[in-house]
């Protein structure tokens, strides 16, 4: 068996064609985070031009502040002054195509607050914990209802920890002083570059050490260094990043209460059953958390062996989920009366089962989630796909978002569990259809399938191989798992680099 390449597209690379720009969702937040003169307000301004975003940006915010406390000879250090001076006057941002202004008490200082003092002030002020606060409060007001590309040091970690997408754009000390000498010239402030490179260093310095919120990476942002890309490279890029995980889904708990009451008997019963057999073979839950899949979606899984069904159905916990089994597990007694007691919805494999996929349509609609093995059979270990034109019928029929699972070490597994192999169920981000109406005007439904296909396989052989790098159990796992994550990130740097 050759295990040398494998030909799966990155996610990256596939939603980098056709898909773009429609897949983000109106209400998106993008988080766009990183230090002083990194190229963030002219990305940022261009990301909402071209997504269709309003563009805030809290550093003017910070600013502002900064400028009416040099202005009235408030002392900064002092924390309650500067927030009694906050709150006794006006601060509004006003989004605005190009320049947004910002504004103190209706008086417009968009231009004051870039002057030199305020650049050497502002770190201070902004490294008070009540001030913080105060921000991030109005910060969130601004963007509740999504919509918005919000750039500071602390969206993605502080400000909006759930956004749609998490950018940190970065770049060397010296390109960064560069730009920002240019910037200042095309403004008419005269600053010696050789301060300006001084300056900027000190204020990375302040903003990274300051002990409320400081500027951080967070773990799910995507980095893109842009030392040496031209701007263009730069905003492509970001445009790229924000595409790359548009399917963060911001109302998945709501009503998880109401689902648990709702539950049948019989689902209790079996999510009691499943939830023991997982833990009497160890298994390990990765993003299998209460925010990880919401209603109405389809949990697309791999599949291996007979103990799938049940063992990813410990990961499901409080969701009804209905399953689809081929129509010979039905047949022998009492089989076919347990399954239906489970609403498992049965299917004929050969050929397309219309009342089949019209009863899985029925449920997800109703808002329940459907169980669904998308390769149609158990494959072999180790190399998941190909998905059928299954997953992309159903898709196409609700729009149900899929939530790729990968189950590893399921097969051969003995009723007492005699096999020490790895047991794990991984989730993948969830993937949503927001793009498919525009794809559908230009390319037919088999076609929007088979892409559909695609992302899916892609998202089984990434989990697959995080999960071998993660736990590998055979020289081949590890090697297979370490290629794999390697094209990926290469493929991430071909896509996000210069
Ligand atoms: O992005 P900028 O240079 O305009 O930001 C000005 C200052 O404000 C910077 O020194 C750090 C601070 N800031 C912050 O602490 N948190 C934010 N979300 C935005 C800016």
Same mark, same amino acid.
């Given at each position: 068996? +050759?295990?040398?390449?494998?030909?799966?597209? +990155?996610? #990256?690379?596939?939603?980098?064609?056709?898909?773009?720009?429609?897949?983000?969702?109106?209400? #998106?937040? $993008?988080?766009?985070?990183?230090?002083?003169?990194?190229?963030?307000?002219?990305?940022? !301004?261009?990301?909402?031009?071209?997504?269709?975003?309003?563009?805030?940006?809290?550093?003017?915010?910070?600013?502002?502040?900064?400028? /009416?406390?040099?202005?009235?000879?408030?002392?900064?250090?002092?924390?309650?002054?500067?927030?009694?001076?906050?709150?006794?006057?006006?601060?509004?941002?006003?989004?605005? @195509?190009?320049?947004?202004?910002?504004?103190?008490? %209706?008086?417009?200082?968009? /231009?004051?607050?870039?002057?030199?003092?305020?650049?050497?002030?502002?770190?201070?002020?902004?490294?008070?914990?009540?001030? @913080?606060?105060?921000?991030?409060?109005?910060?969130?007001?601004?963007?509740?209802?999504?919509?918005?590309?919000?750039?500071?040091?602390?969206?993605?970690?502080?400000?909006?920890?759930?956004?749609?997408?998490? $950018?940190?754009?970065?770049?060397?000390?010296?390109?960064?002083?560069?730009?920002?000498?240019?910037?200042?010239?095309?403004?008419?402030?005269?600053?010696?570059? /050789?301060?300006?490179? #001084?300056?900027?260093?000190?204020?990375?310095?302040?903003?990274?050490?300051?002990?409320?919120?400081?500027?951080?990476?967070?773990?799910?942002?995507?980095?893109?260094? +842009?030392?040496?890309?031209?701007?263009?490279?730069?905003?492509?890029?970001?445009?790229? #990043?924000?595409?790359?995980?548009?399917?963060?889904?911001?109302?998945?708990?709501?009503?998880?209460? !109401?689902?648990?009451?709702?539950?049948?008997?019989?689902?209790?019963?079996?999510? /009691?059953?499943?939830? =023991?057999?997982?833990?009497?073979?160890?298994?390990?839950?990765?993003?299998?958390?209460?925010?990880?899949?919401?209603?109405?979606?389809?949990?697309?899984?791999?599949?291996?062996?007979?103990?799938?069904?049940?063992?990813?159905?410990?990961?499901?916990?409080?969701?009804?989920?209905?399953?689809?089994?081929?129509?010979?597990?039905?047949?022998?007694?009492?089989?076919?009366? $347990?399954? !239906?007691?489970?609403?498992?919805?049965?299917?004929?494999?050969?050929?397309?089962?219309?009342?089949?996929?019209?009863?899985?349509?029925?449920?997800?609609?109703?808002?329940?989630?459907?169980?669904?093995?998308?390769?149609?059979?158990? @494959? =072999?270990? %180790?190399?998941?796909?190909?998905?059928?034109?299954?997953?992309?019928?159903?898709?196409?029929?609700?729009?149900?978002?899929?939530?790729?699972?990968?189950?590893?070490?399921?097969?051969?597994?003995?009723?007492?569990? +005699?096999?020490?192999?790895?047991?794990?169920?991984?989730?993948?981000?969830?993937? @949503?259809?927001?793009?498919?109406?525009?794809?559908?005007?230009?390319?037919?439904?088999?076609?929007?399938?088979?892409?559909?296909?695609?992302?899916?396989?892609?998202?089984?052989?990434?989990?697959?191989?995080?999960?071998?790098?993660?736990?590998?159990?055979?020289?081949?796992?590890?090697?297979?798992?370490?290629?794999?994550?390697?094209?990926?990130?290469?493929?991430?740097?071909?896509?996000?680099?210069?």
């Amino acid at each position: 068996m +050759s295990q040398e390449t494998n030909p799966t597209p +990155s996610l #990256a690379e596939l939603l980098d064609g056709d898909l773009d720009p429609s897949v983000l969702p109106k209400d #998106a937040v $993008i988080a766009m985070d990183g230090p002083a003169g990194s190229g963030k307000s002219t990305t940022a !301004r261009y990301l909402a031009d071209r997504y269709g975003l309003v563009y805030i940006d809290t550093g003017a915010m910070y600013r502002a502040l900064t400028w /009416a406390a040099l202005d009235a000879g408030t002392d900064l250090s002092s924390e309650s002054s500067l927030v009694a001076l906050l709150e006794a006057n006006r601060l509004e941002f006003q989004p605005a @195509r190009g320049e947004a202004r910002i504004l103190w008490n %209706g008086g417009d200082v968009s /231009a004051q607050i870039r002057r030199p003092e305020v650049d050497a002030a502002v770190s201070e002020v902004s490294s008070h914990a009540a001030v @913080r606060a105060e921000m991030v409060a109005r910060q969130q007001q601004m963007g509740r209802n999504g919509g918005v590309v919000m750039e500071g040091r602390d969206i993605g970690s502080v400000v909006f920890p759930l956004a749609t997408a998490k $950018i940190f754009l970065t770049a060397s000390l010296e390109d960064r002083a560069r730009r920002r000498f240019k910037q200042n010239q095309q403004r008419g402030v005269e600053v010696d570059p /050789a301060d300006l490179q #001084a300056d900027l260093a000190e204020r990375d310095r302040m903003d990274s050490s300051r002990e409320t919120s400081p500027l951080t990476i967070s773990p799910d942002a995507i980095v893109i260094d +842009s030392s040496g890309m031209s701007l263009d490279q730069q905003n492509r890029a970001c445009a790229h #990043a924000c595409l790359v995980n548009p399917t963060l889904d911001l109302t998945v708990d709501r009503d998880l209460d !109401r689902s648990k009451a709702e539950m049948p008997f019989s689902y209790r019963l079996a999510y /009691a059953v499943f939830g =023991a057999l997982a833990r009497f073979y160890g298994m390990k839950y990765v993003n299998c958390g209460r925010q990880a899949m919401p209603r109405g979606c389809i949990a697309a899984i791999n599949h291996v062996s007979y103990w799938d069904p049940p063992l990813v159905g410990a990961t499901f916990l409080r969701y009804r989920v209905n399953s689809i089994a081929k129509e010979e597990l039905f047949r022998p007694w009492p089989a076919g009366a $347990i399954l !239906r007691w489970f609403d498992v919805i049965p299917i004929r494999r050969k050929g397309y089962d219309k009342t089949a996929f019209d009863a899985a349509t029925s449920s997800l609609q109703a808002g329940n989630s459907i169980q669904f093995y998308p390769e149609g059979t158990r @494959r =072999a270990i %180790g190399h998941p796909g190909p998905v059928r034109n299954g997953l992309g019928i159903l898709v196409q029929a609700t729009r149900a978002p899929v939530q790729p699972i990968f189950i590893r070490g399921s097969y051969g597994r003995q009723p007492l569990g +005699s096999t020490i192999s790895p047991l794990e169920v991984s989730y993948g981000p969830l993937l @949503r259809w927001h793009g498919v109406d525009a794809l559908l005007e230009r390319i037919d439904r088999k076609e929007v399938s088979r892409r559909i296909a695609k992302l899916c396989e892609a998202a089984f052989v990434e989990l697959q191989a995080r999960s071998f790098a993660r736990m590998p159990e055979t020289e081949w796992e590890r090697k297979t798992g370490e290629l794999q994550l390697r094209k990926f990130a290469s493929r991430q740097k071909r896509v996000f680099g210069p």
